[in-house]
């Protein structure tokens, strides 16, 4: 598959290569034939589809490739541009590199900023807030790439790529890949690929690991398509898991993926709303009324 979308984005007509509708539709394609595999031979059964977790990460997919997506361009990469152009940034070397080349350029760029925002995820207890809805995943499918919360999926989208000058085929043709790849690193799939690719790419049987029920064990493997890094940078460790998730493999709703970084802040309101209400429960008949005590005072001004 990665080979054939090298092809496709090298030979297809411009028309097509450079229209943005067509990597909205490979990318959908890419994924429906992967969960068409895990049908056809599934890694494990307690991670089989059913109609709850293809609604959820259907919701994931359609809010990555459209709400995170306007945001990332908005944010970071409508900026990153007008800087360059600021700055007087040129990189027309890269334009005229050979497409295959322009292609690892660009995974390799994506790549490593995701490697070091992931490890940030997991060595740093705010983004760890960010991250951890990721790691409630019970499952393993083709689609659990985009379940995360929305901060998690912004941060893990930004990249320098804006400041390379590229043609459009060559961005679209990594992103494919790194759509085809991260897919199946996701993926609920015995289709394992041959040793040489998993040298470089990152495969289900390693990222299953990263998805260990002990945080310890989350603490490995964090290339997103390329596990290479974390042979690089000596993150990487060998082994596979089955039993994936946090908090004695908890499932997180929507709503609570989307409220987790701010459980600390909403528990917070809640203790103080709650010593606030012990407080008055204790006053005598009819004190609230009137002005309280300087002692009742005091233990408010501290709640």
Not at 131 to 142: C, I, M, R, Y
Not at 162 to 172: E, Q, R
Request: aromatic share 10%; with cysteine; glycine share 4%.
């Amino acid at each position: 598959m990665v080979l054939g979308a090298l092809l496709f984005w090298s030979l297809a007509p411009t028309a097509l290569t450079t229209n943005p509708w067509t990597i909205v539709v490979t990318s959908a394609l890419t994924t429906l034939f992967i969960l068409w595999l895990e049908l056809a031979n599934e890694r494990h059964a307690s991670w089989r589809m059913n109609a709850r977790e293809f609604l959820t990460d259907l919701f994931y997919v359609v809010l990555s490739s459209t709400v995170i997506s306007w945001l990332t361009t908005t944010l970071a990469e409508d900026p990153l541009k007008a800087a360059k152009h600021a700055l007087g940034i040129a990189t027309p070397w890269a334009m005229h590199a050979p497409f295959v080349a322009q292609v690892a350029l660009v995974v390799f760029l994506v790549e490593v900023g995701q490697y070091w925002m992931h490890r940030l995820m997991h060595n740093q207890s705010l983004f760890w807030s960010t991250h951890a809805p990721h790691h409630h995943l019970t499952q393993l499918n083709a689609a659990k790439g985009a379940v995360g919360n929305p901060i998690e999926l912004f941060l893990i989208s930004l990249s320098v790529v804006a400041l390379f000058d590229l043609p459009v085929p060559a961005l679209f043709c990594a992103f494919s890949i790194l759509g085809i790849v991260s897919t199946f690193a996701h993926a609920n799939t015995r289709f394992d690929p041959p040793a040489w690719y998993a040298y470089i790419f990152t495969t289900i049987r390693n990222h299953s690991l990263h998805h260990s029920v002990g945080y310890d064990e989350t603490r490995c493997n964090y290339g997103n398509s390329l596990i290479l890094l974390d042979r690089v940078f000596g993150t990487y460790r060998d082994g596979e898991a089955e039993a994936v998730g946090q908090d004695e493999r908890r499932r997180l709703g929507i709503v609570e993926q989307m409220l987790f970084p701010f459980h600390p802040a909403i528990a917070r309101i809640k203790t103080r709303r709650e010593h606030v209400e012990a407080v008055l429960a204790a006053l005598p008949a009819g004190a609230v009324a009137g002005r309280p005590s300087p002692a009742v005072e005091r233990a408010m001004a501290r709640a």
